[in-house]
């Protein structure tokens, strides 16, 4: 038995990183509420301190400032004071491959001398300016990276690239979907040219180099900052409150929603669902079957963590933010970073972490090995990566097992069917990594968006309506 509950002007489904963020930008617009079906904030933001001092995160750990959206929700909630930058060691990185560590280069003068690529690659870099123009349609990330830079740059590069960011398979995944950043450089005169004319316009006017940052407790501080700032905003943030059932609300059916949660039915105007995208098909199953299916079609990849402690030493001869393991590499993981030389308190005193990955769009199967198994790879990876036998002194094993959404062809028809379908709706939108961007500053971003175009099309809405009435009044 259901009672009803006040109504909100905007209810929030999913108190993950976008539906937090969404959450502060509803603020502005009337009364929020964020309903929760866990029994904490923060989805698969995750961060944990043991006794000893090893912190272990289960997704992100790191995210890039400054980024326009994530920037103003830190401004909105105050910066917390825990907020690290990573240390300069971020910039150094390697690729696994040839079963030897090599330096990633981070620059152009790098390019020019790393040993990854043949002389006759470089200088197709340097061609760039005269590739060939896309087909139509969408384009896979090797491909691209073929076509801009070459076929040897993109199998040197693009897989370990998008192996690093999203799991995925550089075949599959599109470029205009997963990294549309690269098809507005191309538009804007080539990834080289263009890039650096951006860069050099940033400094222009002053904006910092972008830098990783986390927090001294790990990404989870980020969702519980903001959940903190909403609770005492007065925001209703409930957790232990799944979402069973969204409906259209009133006669008109058009742009007010019926909620239903273990306590009750909420009545709200703006209706966000920043929740799983399993949850999303499930609830829009009865009344978007077309967007529903969308929804189902969207792959995802699963993913394992395996945080390792080891004796500082073993990390002394690699500072740096960690490795990609290149496929044709002898390793199965994908591969690992090296969280101790990034930021503090990552290790007890005298300590080192490194967190290696396993599984992704490759080797998914990987991921239902048991703990010890992860472990045995994880080590006898790292081991053949760092050129020397590691004895862990501590190890942490986290899944994702739904995974990591993954932008493969296709997936902005998917999307677009959904955002159509929900446009005739009206009042309801989704948000969050599985839609238009997979990292936390999408995420943020795409959240604070959403709810903007909601308030947006509910006041034009509005509009329509009195001047309906107007022309009714004239008559
Ligand atoms: C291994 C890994 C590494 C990553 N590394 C990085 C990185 O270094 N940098 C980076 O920027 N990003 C990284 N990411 C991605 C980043 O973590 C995600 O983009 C982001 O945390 C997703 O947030 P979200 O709010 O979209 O979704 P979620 O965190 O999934 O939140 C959705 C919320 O909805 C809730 N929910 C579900 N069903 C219901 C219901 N019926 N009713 C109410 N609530 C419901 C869930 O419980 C959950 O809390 C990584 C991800 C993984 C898995």
Redesign the pocket.
Same mark, same amino acid.
């Given at each position: 038995m259901t009672r009803d509950m006040p109504d909100v002007a905007t209810l929030v489904?999913?108190?993950?990183?976008?539906?937090l963020a969404a959450a502060i930008e509803a603020f502005q617009f009337g009364d929020v509420a964020v309903?929760?079906?866990?029994g904490r904030v923060?989805?698969?933001?995750r961060s944990g301190r043991d006794s000893e001092g090893w912190l272990t995160e289960s997704?992100?750990?790191?995210?890039l400032l400054p980024a326009p959206a994530t920037s103003s929700t830190l401004a909105t909630i105050g910066t917390p004071p825990s907020l690290a930058a990573a240390s300069d060691a971020a910039k150094r990185r390697w690729l696994f491959v040839d079963d030897r560590l090599e330096p990633v280069p981070a620059s152009p003068p790098e390019l020019l001398r790393t040993r990854l690529v043949s002389p006759w690659a470089k200088l197709g870099v340097l061609c760039e300016p005269f590739a060939g123009r896309a087909a139509d349609g969408e384009e896979s990330v090797s491909d691209f990276v073929a076509r801009r830079l070459g076929g040897e740059i993109a199998r040197t590069f693009a897989q370990p690239i998008v192996s690093g960011i999203t799991g995925g398979d550089a075949h599959n995944v599109s470029v205009d979907a997963a990294f549309p950043v690269l098809k507005e450089l191309e538009a804007g005169g080539g990834i080289m040219r263009a890039g650096l004319r951006r860069v050099r316009a940033s400094r222009a006017a002053g904006v910092p180099r972008g830098r990783l940052h986390s927090f001294v407790d790990g990404m989870e501080s980020l969702a519980l900052e903001i959940a903190g700032w909403l609770t005492s905003a007065g925001v209703a943030l409930r957790t232990d409150?799944?979402?069973?059932g969204i409906e259209p609300a009133g006669d008109s059916g058009k742009g007010r929603w019926r909620v239903t949660c273990p306590d009750g039915v909420i009545e709200t105007q703006r209706l966000l669902l920043?929740?799983?995208p399993e949850?999303v098909a499930e609830l829009l199953d009865p009344l978007a079957p077309d967007a529903a299916s969308a929804t189902r079609a969207i792959p995802r990849s699963p $993913?394992a963590?395996v945080a390792v402690g080891l004796e500082a030493d073993v990390l002394a001869d690699h500072v740096g933010f960690g490795f990609l393991a290149h496929p044709s590499s002898s390793v199965e993981i994908l591969g690992a970073t090296f969280d101790s030389h990034l930021y503090p308190r990552r290790a007890p005193e005298g300590m080192g972490l490194a967190r290696v990955?396993l599984g992704g769009a490759l080797r998914p199967a990987l991921v239902a090995a048991d703990d010890a198994a992860l472990l045995d790879i994880a080590v006898r990876d790292l081991g053949k990566a760092l050129g020397r036998t590691i004895v862990p002194v501590w190890s942490h094993v986290v899944r994702?097992e739904r995974g $990591?959404p993954q932008y493969q062809l296709g997936h902005r028809a998917r999307v677009s069917v959904v955002e159509n379908e929900l446009d005739t709706l009206g009042g309801v939108d989704v948000a969050?990594?599985a839609w238009r961007g997979?990292?936390?500053?999408?995420?943020i971003a795409d959240g604070v968006a959403r709810v903007r175009l909601l308030h947006e099309r509910g006041e034009t809405a509005m509009l329509h309506v009195s001047a309906g009435k107007g022309a009714l009044t004239l008559e």
């Open positions: 489904v999913g108190a993950g990183v976008a539906g309903l929760e079906s866990s923060g989805g698969v933001l997704a992100a750990a790191s995210f409150a799944p979402v069973s920043a929740c799983t949850t $993913i963590i990955m994702q $990591i969050g990594w997979v990292g936390v500053n999408a995420c």
